[in-house]
T-cell receptor
Protein backbone atom coordinates (compact mmCIF):
# COMPACT_ATOMS: atom_id res chain seq x y z
CA UNK A 1 0.00 0.00 0.00
CA UNK A 2 1.61 3.24 -1.14
CA UNK A 3 -1.23 5.55 -0.26
CA UNK A 4 -1.11 8.97 1.30
CA UNK A 5 -4.52 10.35 2.18
CA UNK A 6 -5.44 13.99 2.63
CA UNK A 7 -8.53 15.61 4.04
CA UNK A 8 -10.46 17.62 3.15
CA UNK A 9 -10.33 17.49 -0.65
CA UNK A 10 -11.59 21.04 -0.92
CA UNK A 11 -11.59 23.88 1.57
CA UNK A 12 -12.95 27.40 1.31
CA UNK A 13 -12.07 29.79 4.12
CA UNK A 14 -12.20 33.44 4.93
CA UNK A 15 -9.14 35.43 5.87
CA UNK A 16 -10.08 35.41 9.56
CA UNK A 17 -10.82 31.68 9.79
CA UNK A 18 -8.74 28.98 11.40
CA UNK A 19 -8.69 25.63 9.66
CA UNK A 20 -6.50 22.57 9.45
CA UNK A 21 -5.39 20.22 6.71
CA UNK A 22 -4.75 16.60 7.55
CA UNK A 23 -2.44 14.04 5.98
CA UNK A 24 -2.08 10.39 6.87
CA UNK A 25 0.08 7.50 5.75
CA UNK A 26 0.37 3.93 7.01
CA UNK A 27 3.46 2.87 5.12
CA UNK A 28 5.76 3.21 8.11
CA UNK A 29 7.44 6.21 6.54
CA UNK A 30 9.39 8.47 8.88
CA UNK A 31 9.64 11.56 6.68
CA UNK A 32 6.63 13.67 5.78
CA UNK A 33 6.34 16.81 3.66
CA UNK A 34 4.03 19.71 2.91
CA UNK A 35 4.09 21.34 -0.52
CA UNK A 36 2.18 24.23 -2.01
CA UNK A 37 1.34 24.13 -5.70
CA UNK A 38 -0.08 26.99 -7.74
CA UNK A 39 -1.76 26.33 -11.06
CA UNK A 40 0.60 25.37 -13.89
CA UNK A 41 3.60 25.40 -11.55
CA UNK A 42 5.68 22.71 -9.88
CA UNK A 43 5.18 21.99 -6.18
CA UNK A 44 7.07 24.22 -3.75
CA UNK A 45 8.38 22.65 -0.58
CA UNK A 46 7.09 24.19 2.63
CA UNK A 47 7.99 21.88 5.53
CA UNK A 48 9.68 18.56 6.14
CA UNK A 49 9.38 16.37 9.21
CA UNK A 50 11.80 13.60 9.95
CA UNK A 51 11.01 11.24 12.83
CA UNK A 52 8.29 13.65 13.96
CA UNK A 53 10.72 16.55 14.24
CA UNK A 54 10.63 19.59 12.00
CA UNK A 55 13.66 19.25 9.78
CA UNK A 56 13.09 21.85 7.06
CA UNK A 57 11.09 25.06 7.06
CA UNK A 58 11.43 26.86 3.77
CA UNK A 59 10.84 30.29 5.27
CA UNK A 60 7.10 29.81 5.27
CA UNK A 61 4.97 32.60 6.82
CA UNK A 62 3.84 31.92 10.36
CA UNK A 63 0.19 31.86 9.30
CA UNK A 64 1.03 28.27 8.27
CA UNK A 65 1.79 26.07 11.27
CA UNK A 66 2.74 22.41 10.78
CA UNK A 67 2.32 19.69 13.32
CA UNK A 68 3.36 16.04 13.35
CA UNK A 69 1.60 14.39 16.29
CA UNK A 70 2.81 10.89 15.43
CA UNK A 71 4.65 9.02 12.71
CA UNK A 72 1.52 8.51 10.59
CA UNK A 73 -0.08 11.91 10.80
CA UNK A 74 0.81 15.36 9.57
CA UNK A 75 -1.32 18.46 10.02
CA UNK A 76 -1.11 21.95 8.59
CA UNK A 77 -2.87 24.59 10.67
CA UNK A 78 -4.02 27.67 8.81
CA UNK A 79 -4.80 31.05 10.31
CA UNK A 80 -5.28 34.52 8.87
CA UNK A 81 -4.50 33.42 5.34
CA UNK A 82 -4.40 35.71 2.34
CA UNK A 83 -6.11 35.20 -1.01
CA UNK A 84 -2.70 34.53 -2.59
CA UNK A 85 -2.45 31.45 -0.37
CA UNK A 86 -5.13 29.80 -2.48
CA UNK A 87 -3.47 26.74 -4.02
CA UNK A 88 -3.32 22.95 -4.03
CA UNK A 89 -1.61 21.74 -0.85
CA UNK A 90 0.13 18.44 -1.26
CA UNK A 91 1.37 16.11 1.40
CA UNK A 92 4.05 13.52 0.71
CA UNK A 93 5.96 10.89 2.64
CA UNK A 94 9.14 8.92 2.18
CA UNK A 95 10.70 6.04 4.04
CA UNK A 96 13.38 8.24 5.53
CA UNK A 97 14.85 11.63 4.79
CA UNK A 98 17.40 10.88 2.07
CA UNK A 99 18.20 12.16 -1.38
CA UNK A 100 17.45 8.84 -3.02
CA UNK A 101 14.17 8.27 -1.29
CA UNK A 102 11.01 8.33 -3.36
CA UNK A 103 8.38 10.72 -2.13
CA UNK A 104 4.82 9.43 -2.31
CA UNK A 105 2.25 12.16 -2.77
CA UNK A 106 -1.33 12.45 -1.63
CA UNK A 107 -4.09 13.80 -3.88
CA UNK A 108 -3.96 17.23 -2.29
CA UNK A 109 -6.35 19.70 -0.69
CA UNK A 110 -7.63 22.47 -2.94
CA UNK A 111 -7.68 25.58 -0.76
CA UNK A 112 -9.53 28.76 -1.65
CA UNK A 113 -9.11 31.82 0.55
CA UNK A 114 -11.79 34.48 0.13
CA UNK B 1 23.70 26.83 -9.12
CA UNK B 2 21.91 23.51 -9.49
CA UNK B 3 18.96 23.49 -11.86
CA UNK B 4 16.52 21.27 -13.68
CA UNK B 5 15.15 22.36 -17.05
CA UNK B 6 12.22 21.02 -18.97
CA UNK B 7 12.48 22.90 -22.28
CA UNK B 8 9.00 22.05 -23.51
CA UNK B 9 6.14 23.69 -21.65
CA UNK B 10 3.48 22.06 -23.77
CA UNK B 11 3.47 19.06 -26.14
CA UNK B 12 0.59 17.84 -28.27
CA UNK B 13 0.75 14.26 -29.50
CA UNK B 14 -1.67 12.00 -31.34
CA UNK B 15 -2.93 8.88 -29.64
CA UNK B 16 -0.75 5.95 -30.65
CA UNK B 17 2.22 8.15 -31.52
CA UNK B 18 5.47 8.13 -29.61
CA UNK B 19 6.26 10.68 -26.91
CA UNK B 20 9.54 12.08 -25.67
CA UNK B 21 9.80 14.61 -22.86
CA UNK B 22 13.08 16.35 -22.27
CA UNK B 23 14.80 17.00 -18.97
CA UNK B 24 18.21 18.60 -18.53
CA UNK B 25 20.03 19.13 -15.28
CA UNK B 26 23.10 20.98 -14.14
CA UNK B 27 24.87 19.19 -11.30
CA UNK B 28 28.48 18.27 -10.75
CA UNK B 29 27.92 14.60 -9.99
CA UNK B 30 25.31 12.10 -11.14
CA UNK B 31 22.14 13.39 -9.55
CA UNK B 32 19.23 11.42 -8.15
CA UNK B 33 16.64 11.75 -10.93
CA UNK B 34 12.90 11.24 -10.86
CA UNK B 35 9.98 11.58 -13.26
CA UNK B 36 6.53 12.23 -11.82
CA UNK B 37 3.16 12.56 -13.54
CA UNK B 38 0.25 14.64 -12.29
CA UNK B 39 -3.27 14.28 -13.66
CA UNK B 40 -5.54 17.32 -13.33
CA UNK B 41 -6.41 18.08 -9.71
CA UNK B 42 -4.42 15.11 -8.46
CA UNK B 43 -1.22 14.46 -6.60
CA UNK B 44 2.04 13.39 -8.19
CA UNK B 45 2.71 9.78 -9.09
CA UNK B 46 6.21 8.41 -9.54
CA UNK B 47 6.86 7.03 -13.02
CA UNK B 48 10.51 6.05 -12.58
CA UNK B 49 13.78 7.03 -10.98
CA UNK B 50 17.51 6.74 -11.59
CA UNK B 51 20.41 6.80 -9.17
CA UNK B 52 23.10 4.66 -10.78
CA UNK B 53 23.68 1.57 -12.90
CA UNK B 54 21.91 0.79 -16.15
CA UNK B 55 21.21 4.10 -17.84
CA UNK B 56 17.94 2.92 -19.38
CA UNK B 57 15.25 2.80 -16.73
CA UNK B 58 11.86 1.18 -17.06
CA UNK B 59 8.91 2.65 -15.23
CA UNK B 60 5.22 2.20 -14.84
CA UNK B 61 2.56 2.73 -17.52
CA UNK B 62 4.99 1.77 -20.29
CA UNK B 63 7.36 4.69 -19.74
CA UNK B 64 11.12 4.54 -19.88
CA UNK B 65 13.87 7.10 -19.44
CA UNK B 66 17.51 7.23 -20.46
CA UNK B 67 20.22 8.93 -18.45
CA UNK B 68 22.91 10.49 -20.65
CA UNK B 69 25.75 11.93 -18.64
CA UNK B 70 27.40 13.52 -21.69
CA UNK B 71 24.24 15.51 -22.42
CA UNK B 72 23.17 16.06 -18.80
CA UNK B 73 19.79 14.69 -19.77
CA UNK B 74 17.20 12.31 -18.46
CA UNK B 75 14.54 12.16 -21.17
CA UNK B 76 11.27 10.31 -20.72
CA UNK B 77 9.81 8.23 -23.55
CA UNK B 78 6.77 6.19 -24.36
CA UNK B 79 6.45 4.29 -27.66
CA UNK B 80 2.68 4.60 -28.02
CA UNK B 81 0.65 7.19 -26.16
CA UNK B 82 -2.82 6.53 -24.77
CA UNK B 83 -5.44 9.22 -24.15
CA UNK B 84 -5.00 8.62 -20.41
CA UNK B 85 -1.40 9.87 -20.66
CA UNK B 86 -2.65 13.44 -20.96
CA UNK B 87 -1.24 15.07 -17.84
CA UNK B 88 1.53 17.28 -16.47
CA UNK B 89 4.95 15.67 -16.24
CA UNK B 90 7.64 16.81 -13.83
CA UNK B 91 11.29 15.94 -13.83
CA UNK B 92 12.92 16.26 -10.42
CA UNK B 93 16.32 15.97 -8.81
CA UNK B 94 16.70 14.77 -5.24
CA UNK B 95 18.93 16.62 -2.79
CA UNK B 96 22.43 15.20 -2.83
CA UNK B 97 23.89 16.59 0.38
CA UNK B 98 22.67 15.97 3.90
CA UNK B 99 21.43 19.52 4.24
CA UNK B 100 19.37 19.17 1.06
CA UNK B 101 17.88 15.75 1.65
CA UNK B 102 14.14 15.92 1.10
CA UNK B 103 14.43 18.99 -1.13
CA UNK B 104 13.34 18.03 -4.59
CA UNK B 105 14.32 20.43 -7.33
CA UNK B 106 11.44 20.22 -9.80
CA UNK B 107 11.49 21.27 -13.42
CA UNK B 108 8.77 23.64 -14.59
CA UNK B 109 6.75 20.76 -15.97
CA UNK B 110 5.57 19.73 -19.43
CA UNK B 111 1.88 19.55 -20.19
CA UNK B 112 1.00 16.72 -22.55
CA UNK B 113 -2.16 16.90 -24.60
CA UNK B 114 -3.27 13.77 -26.46
CA UNK B 115 -5.44 14.17 -29.56
CA UNK B 116 -7.60 11.44 -31.10
Amino acid sequence: DTEVTQTPKHLVMGMTNKKSLKCEQHMGHRAMYWYKQKAKKPPELMFVYSYEKLSINESVPSRFSPECPNSSLLNLHLHALQPEDSALYLCASSQILAGTDTQYFGPGTRLTVL
Amino acid sequence: AQSVTQPDIHITVSEGASLELRCNYSYGATPYLFWYVQSPGQGLQLLLKYFSGDTLVQGIKGFEAEFKRSQSSFNLRKPSVHWSDAAEYFCAVGGMTTDSWGKFQFGAGTQVVVTP
